[in-house]
């Protein structure tokens, strides 16, 4: 059984729709915001996994980079604004890292995808930072809820913007899906 | 209040996420697989939207091309198996039309997105095939469920392929989110 290390119920929602069967254990780390994108989120990826006890543990962590600066989870309303404002109209970087310690082997992978946004009115900003939703989301938007009407595009992994990079977990858990 | 000509439970789902406000009108039409991939779609969404009375209706029609042949709902399992060999471990392309009928004038837009299927194993077409997610499916496929185990990546607009191209929505009804 896949114990799944973290506390993000979107993570929760891919690995149920795929059907795979798994538990989660919410893990206690400190997170570091150091390095590049890639060896940042595979770092944190296994801190999580190695946070929780298990015979096959799943961490992950993503993350936002735009010009290749890190934006986590804005503080409140206003550095939400800024986070929306800076990816306006352009092309930014979601870096998911994952990492399964399984019978005290590590594995580790990490997947990009790059997300375009609208050219969006202050309006529209206004109107999102009205929803919330930007609470609690890395770089400030959720890309499978009304911030769906903020992007323009993806060219990746869509699932790894949510959370969970599909087609990288499944070659790094052969028997996922069994 | 705008009227959704469709169907569709991922139509529905996503206008959801987007928080607008909207009924369900199913519609009864004949739909055309004649003309090139542009045509096709927004021609189909035209005639839904037709179908259906109301001052603001929305008529959306989503179909998968590959090689620029169209890949509908498959009849049976065969024929699924058979779509599905046919995308595995390349790219194909989705695209939706859109067409608002709204005061007697129409506005029409459509949408692709390409779509690239991970290098699937037998077994892997098999295991999809036995969930039965393929059924009422063009191409064969759900991304947003199962199948979301089949994409290696997506360059495009996500929704699109799921049903209902929301970049391309908004551009077309500007006061969709007020």
Redesign the interface.
């Known amino acids: 059984m896949l114990i799944l290390a973290s506390r993000s119920p979107q993570r929760r929602a891919?690995l149920q729709?795929?059907?795979v069967r798994f538990e989660v254990v919410v893990p206690e780390v400190e997170e570091t915001e150091e390095g590049d994108p890639r060896g940042l989120v595979i770092e944190n990826a296994l801190r999580k996994a190695r946070a929780v006890e298990g015979a096959r543990v799943l961490g992950v962590d993503t993350t936002v980079f735009v010009d290749g600066v890190i934006h986590g989870k804005p503080r409140d309303s206003q550095q939400a604004r800024r986070f929306l404002e800076r990816l306006n109209g352009r092309k930014h970087d979601v870096w998911s890292g994952i990492a399964i310690v399984e019978d005290g082997e590590e594995r580790t992978s990490a997947a990009v995808t790059h997300v375009t946004f609208?050219e969006l009115q202050p309006a529209?900003i206004e109107?999102y930072i009205g929803?919330g939703e930007w609470r609690d989301r890395a770089g400030a938007y959720a890309?499978?809820?009304?911030g769906?009407?903020l992007?323009?595009?993806?060219?990746?992994?869509?699932?790894n913007v949510v959370g969970l990079p599909?087609?990288e977990l499944?070659r790094l858990v052969p028997d996922l899906?069994d």
Chains 1, 2 share one sequence.
């Open positions: 891919i729709q795929l059907g609208r529209e109107w929803t890309i499978q809820g009304r769906s009407a992007v323009e595009r993806v060219e990746g992994d869509f699932w599909v087609p499944i899906l």
